[in-house]
């Protein structure tokens, strides 16, 4: 935060402490954004808010819910976001030392939790999930093609290696099993597997496990439950992450068709995941994700 209608509201050494947690800049403006609005909305530094604050902004901000300007869940987020914030300062001992919680807290309790994107990863949870798998190579890259191309645990299981992928006018795609198209793989996600591909034992899958032996939906299942807890987040599954490539896709603007072919489904079974609450989660820096992509680990 350098902008000094920024660092009027919060601390700048606090905010870039806050923030190395991130892995993600999107991620961080999502924050950053929030954290000015509420600052904005009570004309006062974010350390200095206190119960009578957060209660007038709770009661304005849900004036606009039920004026149908704002949807419950993005409600949600703004609050979980400005908690986290809040939690942060008091484990620096800079907000509120005598309090056992902040007092975003009580109110997020009461609030409608995540059932809009019930089947599916919150950006910053995804961000979370991929920083914690940095390390583990075929974890990384089997997360970036469930989340990215939008290939299921088994579609994964089952490929073979390189004959699985062909190349058509400059691009990449993935023949899978029971589809009766290529599967499309983004660019981002390209670089993820070629560079896995390159450094794998050769096998009789392109994924496979300690023994290389091939996977199986179990073994993914308990891969998610690992890095979800090492990324602190909820256990979300293997679906989940995929969903997220079909919202991620109709919250940029494609077709039923187009979202439909990418994640080998039919155009009645995709429609279910337009969501606008999901967009709006996703759309609040919509400079920054023109473009989803992965980075490399």
């Keep these: ?107 997020l309790k009461t609030m409608q939790k995540e059932s809009a994107l019930a089947g599916s990863v919150p950006v910053e949870d995804m961000d979370a999930l991929l920083k914690a798998a940095s390390d583990d190579r075929m974890t990384y890259t089997i997360l970036t093609l469930m989340y990215r191309a939008g290939m299921t645990s088994t579609e994964i299981a089952s490929m073979s290696g390189e004959s699985d992928i062909v190349e058509y006018d400059g691009r990449m795609y993935a023949v899978l099993s029971g589809r009766r198209e290529p599967c499309y793989i983004p660019d981002d996600a390209w670089k993820i597997l070629s560079e896995y591909m390159d450094q794998r034992e050769i096998c009789g899958t392109l994924f496979y496990n300690r023994s290389r032996r091939p996977l199986n939906a179990m073994y993914i299942s308990r891969m998610m439950k690992k890095y979800c807890a090492l990324a602190g987040i909820r256990n979300y599954s293997a679906q989940e992450v995929r969903n997220s490539c079909a919202f991620n896709l109709f919250s940029y603007g494609a077709t039923d068709l187009q979202t439909a072919r990418q994640m080998g489904r039919t155009e009645q079974q995709i429609r279910r995941y337009r969501s606008t609450l999901y967009r709006d989660n996703l759309q609040r820096q919509a400079a920054d994700l023109v473009k989803i992509h992965i980075e490399k680990p």
């Design 1 to 107: 935060m350098s902008q000094n209608c920024e660092e009027k509201f919060v601390n700048t050494k606090i905010w870039d402490l806050f923030i190395k947690r991130f892995k993600s800049e999107t991620t961080a403006a999502s924050y950053r954004s929030d954290i000015l609005e509420f600052c904005r909305m009570t004309g006062k530094e974010f350390s200095r808010a206190d119960e009578s604050d957060v209660r007038e902004y709770y009661t304005r901000m849900n004036e606009q819910v039920k004026a149908g300007r704002l949807s419950r869940i993005t409600l949600t987020k703004k609050f979980r976001e400005l908690h986290s914030f809040a939690s942060f300062l008091m484990e620096q001992g800079t907000y509120m030392r005598e309090k056992e919680h902040d007092p975003f807290y009580p109110y």
